[in-house]
């Protein structure tokens, strides 16, 4: 959803997603040149690629993947500003451990290194039983960001219905791109026709927020 969505990403940074099935689809765009995948626990992408090889089908190995066994907190601290078109944050939810990457400084920090086209995703919990997670980590936010909203995904291994993931962006038009637009990105991407859930269809639709979910968004 966010390459498409801006569909010109050149630079992405993935934080966590140690099992390289980010990596893996983010490579799939012709356009990106970089996609920097940073996991603080080695042995996660050790298993991975020794028990789950089929989730990167590969990735690991495409020169344009720089994978680093770190902290995605200070890697985003040292990074130059306007060094990335998009930034997937694939974390647990804000407790604990895992709290670090949903802070004030975090934000900040991934809005400077963001060029002026630039994207911030990452999950916000299933808001049917975690509503206060999306609304608090929304508002904190939208201090960063022009434009903060959400999109939904069925997670099935998630109890409680959608799973939302916060969108926070430079450019509001990028959550707003026409159904036709996606598809014909998704085809140059080779992407269309491939995929077992996303669609253009669902890309949009995707945006198009129930009630319950829309209202602990901050107001545009």
Known sequence: VPLLAHGAAKDVLIIGAGDGGV???????????????????????????????????????????????G??????KRAADGSF???????????????VLFTDAFYENCARILTERGLVVNQCGVP????????ETSARRRRFFRHVTAYVAAVPTYVGGFMTLGWSAKDPALA????????ARAERAGILGTTRYWTPDIHTAAFRLPPYIAENLPAA
């Not at 902290?71 to 985003?76: L, R």
């Not at 707003?176 to 598809?183: L, P």
């Open 85 to 99: 078109d998009a930034v997937i944050v694939d974390s647990t939810d804000p407790i604990g451990v895992g709290e």
């Open 128 to 135: 049917f039983m975690q509503a206060d997670e999306l609304q």
């Open 176 to 183: 707003a791109e026409t159904t036709a637009t996606i598809r």
């Open 23 to 69: 990596l893996r689809r983010v490579l799939q765009h012709r356009t990106v040149r970089r996609a920097v995948m940073v996991e603080i626990d080695g042995e996660v992408i050790r298993l991975a690629r020794e028990h789950m090889p089929g989730i990167a089908a590969g990735a690991w190995d495409d020169p344009r993947a720089e994978v680093i066994v």
């Open 71 to 76: 902290d995605g907190i200070d890697y985003v």
